[in-house]
């Protein structure tokens, strides 16, 4: 029989089971943690759901507190990307994906998935909202213009500026996090489906930092409809990471995908977005 290698680009390994579906979860190999954690590796789960609490907090303050606080955020990142070396030994940092993939062919297919993602978000925002602070494209932009002083910057200084730490930072903690230690974590308690569902939505809502929460003189303000359709594109988007991290066995294409997104977020921002008058 001759063979043939191909991608599996179906989503079974995220589509729960009847068996998911009930009391019943799946049997997997608990996360070998470093002998001085031992105490926490039947609690881990627990560990990783505060330390995603935590991280959402200080996500809030460095993208809405002031400008004081704006150090939380890389912070934050650099925790994320860390924690596998202080909490994991080796085998339990490939249980959770930092490994090669399956198939190399998953960092094109990550690479082209984070292009699409980021374009529907912008095509999206662009047809409900045009260029309005409602657009969480636009609401991103303002947020840069808060950092500093831009004006004497050009677009492609300014998109190499925001960039350069949006491909390195994020992606990079994030994915190791979300879809590596909470949602490995979380599958030793709950199913598969069932941890996919939560990492992903604690991600989204985690992005009601960068739209949708709104800091003005008056306090909070929330932009109800745009939120609720930010949140649920970032839900999304987060579902397609863990895919890419579930069929291809590692974290690798995930991490592509997501520097891809941002990339070309920021690339529709500083094309389309950042000269353009904001309408109300």
Known sequence: ?????????????????????GIMKPAVLPISVKPVWLGLSSHLWILALVLG????????????????????????????????WIL?????????GLRRPNNASFYVVGACTGVLAATVCFLIGMSLFGNSPENWFVSIANGYRQTFDTTSFGLWQLYLIFTLPAIIFSPVGEEIFFRG??????EQQFST??????????????????????LSATGFELYPASAAIWVILMFVTALL?????????????????????????NLFIFTAL???PSTP
Request: charged letters at 10%.
């Open 1 to 21: 029989m001759r063979q043939k290698m191909y991608l599996n680009l179906d989503l079974a390994g995220l589509i729960p089971s009847c068996m998911e579906r």
């Open 53 to 84: 609490i935590v991280f959402l907090f200080m996500r809030a303050a460095g993208t809405l507190g002031s400008a004081s606080l704006r150090w939380l955020l890389p912070v934050g990142f650099l925790v994320m990307a860390v924690l596998p």
């Open 88 to 96: 994991l030994t080796a085998t339990g940092r490939r249980q959770i």
């Open 181 to 186: 230690l909470l949602q490995r974590a979380l």
């Open 193 to 214: 489906w069932q941890s996919t569902i939560a990492e992903a939505g604690l991600f989204a809502i985690v992005h009601l930092c960068h739209h949708g929460l709104v």
């Open 241 to 265: 990471f863990a895919w890419l991290r579930k069929a291809s066995d590692s974290l690798a294409p995930a991490i592509l995908s997501h520097i891809f997104f941002n990339a070309v977020m």
């Open 274 to 276: 950042w000269a353009a």
